[in-house]
């Protein structure tokens, strides 16, 4: 992502947040799977690094708005930090390729550190309108 836009609008942020809830993180990874995006969610980010960058982006706007938290799979306990310190613990992790997502497998504990959880009490999560 060279473009200080950001990648996806508020829309589409929703429509993602939406559509992954209950699921893992393979789950919102799957609307930067291909380049360009869906017809239906579509996205200016080409290559797999470009992608990787929205997918972590729209992480973290996850995790600002309180839609998301991350828990390690070793112990299932909170990541804790603010949200641009766990995505970094994702980033560091992340393959560097297509081929190294494994098909979506790479986000189970065979590769990613972190897991996600999407309802908890309290939870109140902030509408996205920026």
Sequence with gaps: MTS????????QLAYIAGGSEWQE??????????????PFLPH???TFVERREGFLWTL??????GH???LWWTDKSLVTGTPEEQ????RQAFPEDDEGMEEGLWFYPVGCPVGVIWQWPGRNPIPFTE
């Design 44 to 46: 200016a980010l080409d």
């Design 25 to 38: 993180l393979d789950s919102v990874w799957l609307y930067f799977d291909q380049p360009l995006g869906y």
């Design 60 to 65: 973290k706007r996850l995790l600002e708005h």
């Design 87 to 90: 995505v970094d613990i994702i």
């Design 4 to 11: 200080t836009r950001p990648p996806l609008t508020p829309e």
């Design 68 to 70: 998301i938290r991350l």
